[in-house]
């Protein structure tokens, strides 16, 4: 075994969640945004077929339940949408404003819907699909600048914009392409300290990062599974320090970038059964027989499809799984020394 | 009256897919119908849809947890392949080699078993069956991993003899007796599948196939007329052999692509109402190496099928998918799709849950007075969206036709565009009079656009419209 | 026993997604209730006592009025041996009588066929909501199946009435001549008609009927609602069928505020359909069956209930001699099925003595057997 030295590594944490329409537990999860005091803001996907499971779920880090909000809406035909203020179809991606007020953009509606940190509905931006300035085709990730502006990844129309927080258009820079500065169905976005922006260019595998007036400054990452490879990436964080951390998806996995892009490690997964997963367990106490007779049990702690992450200024990292019904959460450590002691 | 070689190409693809709008028609018809039965017959020529983006929009399709998202999926898939064949095989061998979500926890099970019918369902009727007999979901659902040495669940050995592959009998005469069905039980003890993860907490993982030697019954077996230590695998080999092997495959294609035939149960004493055309089914299965694929090259290249135009009630997912094909809706993942899932549901055919082993019954079987009214209801909603682009694009062509039409023009317009449809002169002179009850037809206007629709409307009401 | 010269009628109300027992019939006095639902339990001074050992849900008011001037049987610890904890297996098995293998005839369907063999009558039973549940398909044997009673029909979105007149009328016209001409054309044609004029008979029960009950905005008060309607129509409609929709009972989380609003909407929509009925004098030939495919696990998840065995039902009505059938099953440790409640009481008597007692059917091939019966009628 060589030895290395790595000036990042992730400790496992602990799991969060459970598959659940309502109260405690989540439904489809595709986001995770971390509020004041602890709280975290789990947006629900959930399904067409049971829409009370389209929510937002407030909880703590340390998976105490808070409160739900947001709901989902019954379809009432294959024609007819609802579009109650507050209701969400398709939510993709939250941001939390210097108030604390929680943005939810919604790619099927077109819509920026907002609530206080109450989960009281108190404004949306109309909706405008369509892919002028300022309009929308398919919202996925968002985030603010320090100055609350928002910058909104506009998937449909491959293409980042830029509004303040009001949804006045600012700027925005893009096209359909594989070129720099270009996008296929971007997903995820981050901002860092300097306010550079990283956008997950989703279906081109990779990475780019640009300046606050969408200048090309790097990317990286390319098609395929290996090391610091990319296989549709969703989410995008960057941390205080600068390090990158990728929702390679399809590739069942979380990848860690150093500032530079280039690739520092891997995570498949570490899954444990979290607080909620234990009190239905007890609940169902055969299925800790049938946990114990279960065939590759051990798959249950794999990364299957992060449709997020998201790290906070404590340096710990939320990777969010739809699939499961859980985040799971890393802690950031400083210099490691890994291998054998000399 | 629609050319007779784009007739011919509507009914194809009615057939051999789930039906295609007008412009996809005459470029077939361009292309030729041996030609497009070849294309059809070799999906792997054809791209593939894109699951990337699939799942990217509908969350719930990555980890396929729920019957009604994989009911959603399924007939998106069937709506937007460009496979048309390949989908249309899953949704037979579905209705023939049947497993149901009410004893199938995880409905991914099911869809990697739809799966291996994509990607084997042309291919050998004996590999396909040795496939079958190593399904976690078959085997879970026949309960074969309940059949142990000295102590079988016959459940697998029976069905497998009665309903997957020789039937109760043909020509009045049995397939296989009570002994044949304990010998196949017993070749297949062992054959059962990895214990599964329990729901809770996270959700399901698929379960595997695994032979366990020390459960399997290794004495001597005879299984129609051959004795020897038989497993599965010589058991299946055996019965692809037999005469009632070919009789079955040929009847159930014949059921499903040419003309409605009795139900299963009936076969061993009601004859094929064709039987030339299931002989050289019959013949080419034992010719082609037990090949369905080749099967069905002699079955669409044939007078038979090509003289069975309108022979078949269309089965409820072949009317809502062709009706969404037609009017060109859920071209892309959207909302909706699970209301329009339901009207299959509604229409008396629960994807993935079919009522029994035995499948659903088919033919005037699908029609009662309830799920009658669900079809015209839903059928009529549609073609009367003058917002959709399939819609739209039959009044587009028939406005192009002049800056007026005669009644019987417009009749004959909307029949064409529906699929070159047949109706008798009783129906067409009902539409007739219909479309001549609010005077003279102009094209320009919106209120063509209405006149098309209602038009359209009361022809997918008829009896005709019921059949393909 | 009231004497009655109508034909009973047997209405049936599923409550989809499995109804927890424990929390509609709360054992409250006991210890283990306690120990076994520290997050989903009824506070005992909030229970509406029954006896000192069990009592209703507190949303259970107007059912319990009900049960209080002896309408209302409660069919204790009913189920099945060898319980199966999946929704569909378990209410396949209710509505087919079939626990061992897979059955496609309901219950109800072979019920039709005694009623009405020679098919006089396409109203014989009628189920509200959309699809048909299994307990009614049998081959060959028609149901109505009514997604809203004011608006059902045949080509009901032609919004345009003159419109739709026309196209109804271009309908009959096209399916009368096929009438005669064998196969199956002539088959369809004859649903076809079938469907029109039963659905030209219905429009009419919303039409004729007035009342002073006003029943909740929620699905389950509609349907009973439309329920009613139909009989009061008479019909001859002899089989009522309607569910709670969306699996809606199936409590894994938040649920005691999600079950008390469904019994607050499902009990009002009860003592509603009584009252409706009371009021224009048809409620003596009426019995309202209610059931779920399984009752809920004995311990909570820490928010909800998860799928378990051991269910409670009821059967409403003027004929109905009140009180509690079957034991309330016990909630020791070493009582439980599996950490469920254990039933005592086969549903399969329960559905003989309703079909024999009350529609005067033979119910051994019905229900595919011989099951000890209930003494709650008469």
Same mark, same amino acid.
């Given at each position: 075994m060589t030895t290395q030295i790595s000036h990042v590594n992730l400790q496992y944490s602990h799991t969060i969640g459970r598959g659940e329409q309502f109260g405690p537990g989540f439904t489809y999860p595709i986001f995770v945004a971390r509020g004041e005091d602890d709280l975290m803001y789990v947006l629900c996907r959930g399904t067409e077929y049971r829409p009370e499971g389209t929510r937002i779920t407030v909880c703590t880090v340390a998976e105490d339940f808070v409160s739900i909000f947001a709901r989902g809406v019954t379809q009432q035909g294959p024609h007819e949408y609802n579009m109650a203020d507050g209701a969400l179809v398709w939510p993709t991606g939250l941001a939390i404003d210097s108030q604390g007020n929680i943005y939810a953009c919604d790619e099927w509606l077109n819509r920026i819907s907002i609530y206080n940190k109450d989960g009281e509905f108190v404004g949306k931006w109309q909706e405008n699909p369509g892919s002028g300035d300022?309009?929308?085709?398919?919202?996925?990730?968002?985030?603010?600048?320090?100055?609350?502006?928002?910058?909104i990844v506009d998937g449909g129309n491959h293409r980042v914009q830029k509004f303040t927080k009001d949804g006045k258009f600012l700027a925005q820079w893009g096209s359909l392409g594989d070129g720099d500065g270009q996008f296929n169905m971007p997903w995820g976005i981050a901002i860092d300290k300097q306010e550079d922006i990283y956008?997950?260019?989703?279906?081109?595998?990779?990475?780019?990062?640009?300046?606050?007036?969408?200048?090309?400054?790097?990317k990286f990452g390319t098609t395929g599974s290996g090391e610091g490879q990319l296989n549709r990436p969703t989410g995008v964080a960057v941390d205080k320090e600068g390090i990158i951390y990728v929702a390679d998806w399809m590739n069942d996995r979380l990848q860690v970038f150093d500032r530079d892009g280039s690739f520092l490690l891997l995570k498949t997964g570490d899954a444990t059964v979290s607080k909620w997963g234990m009190d239905k367990l007890n609940a169902n106490p055969e299925m800790w027989e049938e946990r114990k007779r279960a065939h590759g049990l051990e798959r249950e702690k794999d990364f299957w499809a992060p449709s997020g992450v998201t790290v906070d200024d404590q340096g710990r990292v939320f990777v969010v799984e739809s699939t499961r019904n859980r985040v799971q959460v890393y802690q950031k450590q400083g210099a490691t020394f890994l291998g054998i002691r000399l | 009256m629609a050319d007779k070689d784009f007739a011919l190409m509507a009914h194809l693809m009615r057939r051999a897919g789930f039906g295609a709008p007008y412009d996809e028609l005459e470029a077939r018809t361009a292309k030729g119908y041996e030609a497009t039965v070849e294309e059809l017959l070799h999906p792997e020529t054809q791209p593939e849809l894109e699951r990337d983006i699939m799942m990217r929009y509908k969350t719930e399709w990555v980890s396929q947890a729920g019957l009604e998202g994989q009911q959603e999926e399924w007939t998106y898939r069937m709506i937007n392949t460009k496979r048309p064949l390949e989908e249309k095989m899953a949704l037979f061998w579905h209705g023939v080699l049947c497993t149901g979500h009410a004893k199938c926890e995880y409905p991914k099970q099911q869809q990697m078993e739809f799966d291996m019918f994509r990607f084997q369902g042309l291919g050998s009727f004996r590999e396909l069956l040795q496939g079958l007999a190593r399904d976690p979901a078959m085997v879970f659902y026949l309960d074969n991993c309940m059949s142990h040495k000295g102590a079988i669940n016959e459940n697998w050995g029976r069905e497998l003899l009665e309903l997957f592959s020789l039937g109760v009998g043909m020509d009045g005469k049995e397939n296989y007796s009570e002994d044949d069905v304990k010998a196949a039980a017993r070749a297949f003890t062992g054959w059962t599948v990895t214990s599964a993860i329990p729901r809770y907490p996270y959700g399901r993982y698929e379960t595997r196939f695994i032979f366990d030697p020390n459960d399997h019954d290794n004495d001597e077996k005879t299984f129609q007329g051959e004795t020897?230590?038989?497993?599965?695998?010589?058991?299946?080999?055996?019965?692809?052999?037999?005469?009632?092997?070919?009789?079955?495959?040929?009847?159930?294609?014949?059921?499903?692509?040419?003309?409605?035939?009795?139900?299963?149960?009936?076969?061993?004493?009601?004859?094929?109402?064709?039987?030339?055309?299931?002989?050289?089914?019959?013949?080419?299965?034992?010719? @082609?190496?037990?090949? /369905?694929? @080749?099967?069905?090259?002699?079955?669409?290249? @044939?007078?038979?099928?090509?003289?069975?135009?309108?022979?078949?009630?269309?089965?409820?997912?072949?009317?809502?998918?062709?009706?969404?094909r037609l009017v060109g809706d859920f071209t892309t993942p959207k909302p909706g799709m699970n209301a329009?899932?339901?009207?299959? +549901?509604?229409?008396?055919?629960?994807?993935?849950?079919?009522?029994?082993?035995?499948g659903w019954h088919t033919g005037?079987?699908?029609?009662?007075? &309830?799920?009658?009214?669900?079809? /015209?209801?839903?059928?009529?909603?549609?073609?009367?969206?003058?917002? %959709?682009?399939?819609?739209?694009?039959? /009044?587009? +062509?028939? +406005?192009?036709? &002049?800056?007026?039409?005669?009644?019987?023009? %417009?009749?004959? &317009?909307?029949?064409?565009? %529906?699929?070159?449809?047949?109706?008798?002169?009783?129906?067409?002179?009902?539409?007739?009079?219909?479309?001549?009850?609010?005077?003279?037809?102009?094209? @320009? &206007?919106?209120?063509?656009?209405? +006149?098309?629709a209602q038009m359209l409307q009361s022809m997918v009401a008829t009896t005709e419209y019921i059949f393909a | 026993m009231t004497v009655t010269k109508k034909d009973p009628v047997l209405a049936v109300l599923q409550l989809s997604g499995g109804n927890d027992a424990m929390n509609t019939i709360v054992p409250y006095t006991d210890g283990n209730y306690v120990d076994n639902r520290p997050f989903v339990r009824i506070p005992s001074e909030s229970v509406l006592p029954i006896n000192d050992k069990i009592g209703f849900n507190p949303a259970m008011g107007p059912l319990k009025k009900l049960y209080d001037e002896g309408k209302v049987a409660i069919i204790q610890g009913v189920g099945y041996p060898q319980p199966s904890r999946s929704h569909f297996r378990s209410m396949d098995i209710w509505h087919t009588c079939e626990p061992d293998k897979v059955g496609d005839e309901g219950w109800l369907g072979r019920a039709v066929r005694d009623l009405d063999p020679n098919k006089e009558n396409v109203l014989t039973a009628v189920n509200f909501g959309r699809g048909l549940p299994r307990a009614l398909a049998a081959p060959g044997v028609p149901v109505a199946s009514v997604g809203n009673l004011e608006t059902y029909g045949v080509l009901t979105g032609i919004d345009d009435e003159d419109q739709r007149l026309k196209a109804l009328d271009v309908f009959s016209r096209v399916y009368s001549p096929m009438i005669g001409r064998g196969g199956v054309a002539d088959y369809l044609a004859q649903t076809g008609l079938d469907a029109l004029k039963g659905a030209d008979i219905l429009s009419t029960a919303a039409e004729s009927y007035s009342s002073t009950?006003?029943?909740?905005?929620?699905?389950?008060?509609?349907?009973?609602?439309?329920?009613?309607?139909?009989?009061? !129509?008479?019909?001859?409609?002899?089989?009522?069928?309607?569910?709670?929709?969306?699996?809606?009972?199936?409590?894994? !989380?938040?649920?005691?505020?999600?079950?008390?609003?469904?019994?607050?909407?499902?009990?009002? !929509?009860?003592?509603?359909?009584?009252?409706?009925?009371?009021?224009?004098?048809?409620?003596?030939?009426?019995?309202?069956?209610?059931f779920t495919e399984f009752g809920r696990r004995v311990h909570d998840n820490g928010s909800g209930t998860d799928h378990g065995s051991g269910g409670i039902a009821f059967v409403v009505g003027d004929a109905v001699k009140g009180g509690l059938y079957g034991e309330y099953p016990s909630l020791d440790q070493d009582k439980l099925l599996e950490g469920d409640l254990h039933f005592n009481n086969d549903f399969r008597g329960l559905y003989s003595t309703l079909l024999e007692q009350w529609m005067g059917l033979d119910a051994k091939p019905i229900v595919n057997g011989s099951f000890e019966q209930m003494a709650f009628l008469g």
């Amino acid at each position: 075994m060589t030895t290395q030295i790595s000036h990042v590594n992730l400790q496992y944490s602990h799991t969060i969640g459970r598959g659940e329409q309502f109260g405690p537990g989540f439904t489809y999860p595709i986001f995770v945004a971390r509020g004041e005091d602890d709280l975290m803001y789990v947006l629900c996907r959930g399904t067409e077929y049971r829409p009370e499971g389209t929510r937002i779920t407030v909880c703590t880090v340390a998976e105490d339940f808070v409160s739900i909000f947001a709901r989902g809406v019954t379809q009432q035909g294959p024609h007819e949408y609802n579009m109650a203020d507050g209701a969400l179809v398709w939510p993709t991606g939250l941001a939390i404003d210097s108030q604390g007020n929680i943005y939810a953009c919604d790619e099927w509606l077109n819509r920026i819907s907002i609530y206080n940190k109450d989960g009281e509905f108190v404004g949306k931006w109309q909706e405008n699909p369509g892919s002028g300035d300022g309009q929308l085709d398919r919202p996925a990730g968002m985030v603010f600048d320090q100055q609350d502006n928002l910058y909104i990844v506009d998937g449909g129309n491959h293409r980042v914009q830029k509004f303040t927080k009001d949804g006045k258009f600012l700027a925005q820079w893009g096209s359909l392409g594989d070129g720099d500065g270009q996008f296929n169905m971007p997903w995820g976005i981050a901002i860092d300290k300097q306010e550079d922006i990283y956008i997950a260019d989703w279906r081109n595998d990779r990475i780019q990062k640009f300046d606050s007036d969408g200048n090309f400054l790097m990317k990286f990452g390319t098609t395929g599974s290996g090391e610091g490879q990319l296989n549709r990436p969703t989410g995008v964080a960057v941390d205080k320090e600068g390090i990158i951390y990728v929702a390679d998806w399809m590739n069942d996995r979380l990848q860690v970038f150093d500032r530079d892009g280039s690739f520092l490690l891997l995570k498949t997964g570490d899954a444990t059964v979290s607080k909620w997963g234990m009190d239905k367990l007890n609940a169902n106490p055969e299925m800790w027989e049938e946990r114990k007779r279960a065939h590759g049990l051990e798959r249950e702690k794999d990364f299957w499809a992060p449709s997020g992450v998201t790290v906070d200024d404590q340096g710990r990292v939320f990777v969010v799984e739809s699939t499961r019904n859980r985040v799971q959460v890393y802690q950031k450590q400083g210099a490691t020394f890994l291998g054998i002691r000399l | 009256m629609a050319d007779k070689d784009f007739a011919l190409m509507a009914h194809l693809m009615r057939r051999a897919g789930f039906g295609a709008p007008y412009d996809e028609l005459e470029a077939r018809t361009a292309k030729g119908y041996e030609a497009t039965v070849e294309e059809l017959l070799h999906p792997e020529t054809q791209p593939e849809l894109e699951r990337d983006i699939m799942m990217r929009y509908k969350t719930e399709w990555v980890s396929q947890a729920g019957l009604e998202g994989q009911q959603e999926e399924w007939t998106y898939r069937m709506i937007n392949t460009k496979r048309p064949l390949e989908e249309k095989m899953a949704l037979f061998w579905h209705g023939v080699l049947c497993t149901g979500h009410a004893k199938c926890e995880y409905p991914k099970q099911q869809q990697m078993e739809f799966d291996m019918f994509r990607f084997q369902g042309l291919g050998s009727f004996r590999e396909l069956l040795q496939g079958l007999a190593r399904d976690p979901a078959m085997v879970f659902y026949l309960d074969n991993c309940m059949s142990h040495k000295g102590a079988i669940n016959e459940n697998w050995g029976r069905e497998l003899l009665e309903l997957f592959s020789l039937g109760v009998g043909m020509d009045g005469k049995e397939n296989y007796s009570e002994d044949d069905v304990k010998a196949a039980a017993r070749a297949f003890t062992g054959w059962t599948v990895t214990s599964a993860i329990p729901r809770y907490p996270y959700g399901r993982y698929e379960t595997r196939f695994i032979f366990d030697p020390n459960d399997h019954d290794n004495d001597e077996k005879t299984f129609q007329g051959e004795t020897g230590n038989f497993n599965g695998q010589d058991i299946i080999d055996i019965i692809v052999k037999q005469p009632g092997a070919a009789r079955f495959v040929a009847r159930h294609l014949y059921n499903f692509f040419v003309a409605d035939e009795p139900q299963v149960p009936a076969w061993k004493d009601t004859p094929p109402q064709d039987p030339e055309a299931i002989k050289m089914l019959e013949d080419e299965y034992f010719r @082609s190496d037990y090949n /369905i694929g @080749s099967m069905l090259r002699v079955l669409f290249n @044939s007078d038979f099928f090509k003289n069975s135009r309108f022979t078949k009630v269309k089965s409820p997912a072949e009317t809502v998918v062709g009706t969404m094909r037609l009017v060109g809706d859920f071209t892309t993942p959207k909302p909706g799709m699970n209301a329009l899932t339901l009207t299959i +549901r509604y229409m008396g055919q629960d994807l993935l849950n079919p009522p029994t082993v035995e499948g659903w019954h088919t033919g005037k079987e699908w029609i009662d007075s &309830g799920t009658l009214v669900e079809r /015209i209801n839903f059928t009529a909603d549609q073609v009367g969206n003058t917002s %959709l682009p399939g819609v739209q694009a039959i /009044i587009n +062509r028939l +406005r192009a036709q &002049g800056s007026t039409l005669s009644a019987e023009a %417009l009749v004959e &317009g909307c029949l064409d565009n %529906l699929g070159a449809y047949d109706i008798t002169d009783e129906t067409r002179s009902q539409l007739v009079e219909l479309a001549k009850s609010e005077g003279e037809i102009k094209t @320009s &206007g919106p209120e063509f656009d209405q +006149r098309v629709a209602q038009m359209l409307q009361s022809m997918v009401a008829t009896t005709e419209y019921i059949f393909a | 026993m009231t004497v009655t010269k109508k034909d009973p009628v047997l209405a049936v109300l599923q409550l989809s997604g499995g109804n927890d027992a424990m929390n509609t019939i709360v054992p409250y006095t006991d210890g283990n209730y306690v120990d076994n639902r520290p997050f989903v339990r009824i506070p005992s001074e909030s229970v509406l006592p029954i006896n000192d050992k069990i009592g209703f849900n507190p949303a259970m008011g107007p059912l319990k009025k009900l049960y209080d001037e002896g309408k209302v049987a409660i069919i204790q610890g009913v189920g099945y041996p060898q319980p199966s904890r999946s929704h569909f297996r378990s209410m396949d098995i209710w509505h087919t009588c079939e626990p061992d293998k897979v059955g496609d005839e309901g219950w109800l369907g072979r019920a039709v066929r005694d009623l009405d063999p020679n098919k006089e009558n396409v109203l014989t039973a009628v189920n509200f909501g959309r699809g048909l549940p299994r307990a009614l398909a049998a081959p060959g044997v028609p149901v109505a199946s009514v997604g809203n009673l004011e608006t059902y029909g045949v080509l009901t979105g032609i919004d345009d009435e003159d419109q739709r007149l026309k196209a109804l009328d271009v309908f009959s016209r096209v399916y009368s001549p096929m009438i005669g001409r064998g196969g199956v054309a002539d088959y369809l044609a004859q649903t076809g008609l079938d469907a029109l004029k039963g659905a030209d008979i219905l429009s009419t029960a919303a039409e004729s009927y007035s009342s002073t009950v006003e029943y909740g905005g929620d699905t389950v008060g509609q349907y009973l609602r439309n329920m009613v309607q139909t009989h009061l !129509a008479g019909f001859g409609t002899r089989l009522l069928y309607t569910t709670a929709p969306y699996n809606s009972f199936d409590t894994h !989380a938040g649920e005691m505020a999600n079950h008390s609003r469904l019994w607050t909407e499902t009990s009002r !929509a009860i003592a509603d359909f009584y009252d409706d009925l009371k009021e224009h004098d048809a409620s003596d030939n009426v019995v309202l069956l209610v059931f779920t495919e399984f009752g809920r696990r004995v311990h909570d998840n820490g928010s909800g209930t998860d799928h378990g065995s051991g269910g409670i039902a009821f059967v409403v009505g003027d004929a109905v001699k009140g009180g509690l059938y079957g034991e309330y099953p016990s909630l020791d440790q070493d009582k439980l099925l599996e950490g469920d409640l254990h039933f005592n009481n086969d549903f399969r008597g329960l559905y003989s003595t309703l079909l024999e007692q009350w529609m005067g059917l033979d119910a051994k091939p019905i229900v595919n057997g011989s099951f000890e019966q209930m003494a709650f009628l008469g």
